[in-house]
């Protein structure tokens, strides 16, 4: 299975960007998508989490209202559209995925696979 991230980039403060995440190689069913992102000096944390039917999402409180998350089966892909970013937004974002179950859990080990990482560099 291998999670393709993409659309990271530079960005002025109070713009948008959309984040990508395509899987191949494994048709999700059931399963927990998510975004992390981790900041130089930082700890991966969890930004946004979605299920399989859209029904149930999670937003770290620093994102609520700002960050959207979404995804759509039928393209095995996940999106993050950000919006109002600010320079604290700056990080790499990774996409992961669990096999199978909701869960809005910050745990990485929570996770069973992982995308390689786009960069998002928001300049003030």
């Known amino acids: 299975v291998q999670l393709q991230a993409s659309g990271g980039g530079l960005v002025q403060a109070g713009g948008s960007l959309r984040l990508s995440c395509a899987a191949s190689g494994r048709t999700f069913t059931g399963n927990t998508m998510g975004w992390f992102r981790q900041a130089p000096g930082k700890e991966r944390e969890l930004v946004a989490a979605i299920s399989w039917s859209g029904g149930s999402t999670y937003y770290a409180d620093s994102v609520k209202g700002r960050f959207t998350i979404s995804r759509n089966n039928a393209k095995n892909t996940v999106y993050l559209q950000m919006n109002s970013v600010k320079p604290e937004d700056t990080a790499v974002y990774y996409c992961?995925?669990?096999?199978?179950?909701?869960?809005?859990?910050?745990?990485?080990?929570?996770?069973?696979?992982w995308g390689q990482g786009t960069l998002v560099t928001v300049s003030s």
């Open positions: 992961a995925a669990t096999r199978t179950g909701w869960m809005a859990s910050s745990f990485l080990s929570a996770y069973d696979y």
